[in-house]
Every structure is written in structure tokens, then in C-alpha cells.
């Protein structure tokens, strides 16, 4: 299957620093990415939907400012923490949407292996 | 809005034990059934799927069915393993819209 990936894995970074955390689709190009947060023993949140080209969609509640999201190609999307306090430790995963080969019009999600930030 | 619930866990079965881990969900539209796996420190897996009534998605030994009478996708294997312990999260997809998932389950299988 089509195969996502983040870098980095995990990252410790200093209170009031900028983290930038890269998702990467690597055999195919996705127009749409998603970016999720996950803290401990719960379950994904949606923050934003990246387009390329377009400014991301935030969901309800997520700061655009402090969250930024950049998709300037078919395979590259990123998310920079800015001004990262210990309260943004946490999980990020981020997905890409794939047209199925055969399938035009199906989308299908796959999920990156997620960036653990620890804010100190 | 769109929702789904399933049984939160902890789970713990023995080697060998059978495993049912339930799964319901509310949605305006006809979506899409999914279970995810999470194995510890890793992003999701797509464990299995079903996209209309009655389909049942099934991988690695698991298999759910998608009930539309009863809104249920539940997820079953038979002779569960070590290997199997992780977070398994249900979720649905309405065409065009985003991923609801539920809230995780954490199995643990002990030797």
C-alpha cells in the first residue's frame, strides 16, 4: 500500500523554540493531508486539513498562528509548532489522501508513524 | 454530529483467548467502517474495513462485520497472541468528509 512518513520521529525541544515536523508521501502524490493530535490514551483529534497549494482548514479550536501548516507540494506537507510550550507535548500523525488506482473518485487515508514532541 | 463508541478498555486476555471488541456509531450519511491498530509508539494501521451493509472486512485473523440494523461493526478473532496487544481505534468516513474515530481500546495479551 501507499506509505506515508514523518520526520522527525520525535523531537525535545526547549520552551518558546519553533518545532517544524515534515510528513512526506513517498509513492504517491496526495492533494490532502490531514494533521492529528493524540495525547496519551486518547483517541486522534483532527486539527487541520492541509490542500496543496490553498491555506489549511483549522478545526474549532486549534490556533492557526500557533500551529502552522505549509503544503507547497503533491508529496510534502508540514506543521510548525511555533513558540512551543510544555503543553504541546504530544503525539502528532499526520495522513495523505490516495486515489486508488482503479478506483477513480475513492480516496482512501494512510497514516504516517506520528512525531512524538516533548516541550521542556 | 458523527460519532462512534466503542468499549474503552483496558482489555486483557490470556494467549488464545477470543476477543470482541464492540463498536457502534451514529452518522448522518452511509459511511465507510474502518479498525485502525496502534502498536506501541507507532501511528495507525489499517487493520480492516467494510463499505456498504452486510460487507465484512477481515485481516490477520480478525474480522468484523458492518450491521446497518444495529449501527454496530464489532471486532472479533478467534485465538488472540502476544503480538496482538496495541490500541485498536473504530472509525467511519462519510464520503468527502474526514475520519471520526472512537476512542481507542487497548488489548493486552498475556503469554
Known amino acids: 500500500g501507499a506509505v506515508v512518513s514523518q520526520h522527525p520521529s520525535w523531537v525535545i525541544c526547549k520552551s518558546g523554540t519553533s518545532v517544524k515536523i515534515e510528513c512526506r508521501s513517498l509513492d504517491f502524490q496526495a492533494t490532502t493531508m490531514f494533521w492529528y493530535r493524540q495525547f496519551p490514551k486518547q483517541s486522534l483529534m483532527l486539527m487541520a486539513t492541509s490542500n496543496e497549494g490553498s491555506k489549511a482548514t483549522y478545526e474549532q479550536g486549534v490556533e492557526k498562528d500557533k500551529f502552522l501548516i505549509n503544503h507547497a507540494s503533491l508529496t510534502l506537507s508540514t506543521l510548525t509548532v511555533t513558540s512551543a510550550h510544555p503543553e504541546d507535548s504530544s503525539f502528532y500523525i499526520c495522513?495523505?489522501?490516495?486515489?486508488?488506482?482503479?478506483?477513480?473518485?475513492?480516496?482512501?487515508?494512510?497514516f504516517g508513524p506520528g512525531t512524538r514532541l516533548t516541550v521542556l | 454530529g458523527d460519532s462512534v463508541t466503542q468499549m474503552e478498555g483496558p482489555v486483557t486476555l490470556s494467549e488464545e483467548a477470543f476477543l470482541t471488541i464492540n463498536c457502534t456509531y451514529t452518522?448522518?450519511?452511509?459511511?465507510?467502517l474502518f479498525w485502525y491498530v496502534q502498536y506501541p509508539g507507532e501511528g495507525l494501521q489499517l487493520l480492516l474495513k467494510a463499505t456498504k451493509a452486510d460487507d465484512k472486512g477481515s485481516n490477520k485473523g480478525f474480522e468484523a462485520t458492518y450491521r446497518k440494523e444495529t449501527t454496530s461493526f464489532h471486532l472479533e478473532k478467534g485465538s488472540v497472541q502476544v503480538s496482538d496487544s496495541a490500541v485498536y481505534f473504530c472509525a467511519l468516513r462519510v464520503y468527502g468528509q474526514n475520519f471520526v474515530f472512537g476512542p481507542g481500546t487497548r488489548l493486552s495479551v498475556l503469554p
Open positions: 452518522a448522518t450519511g452511509y459511511p465507510s
Open positions: 495522513s495523505a489522501l490516495a486515489r486508488l488506482a482503479g478506483a477513480p473518485g475513492y480516496n482512501e487515508q494512510f
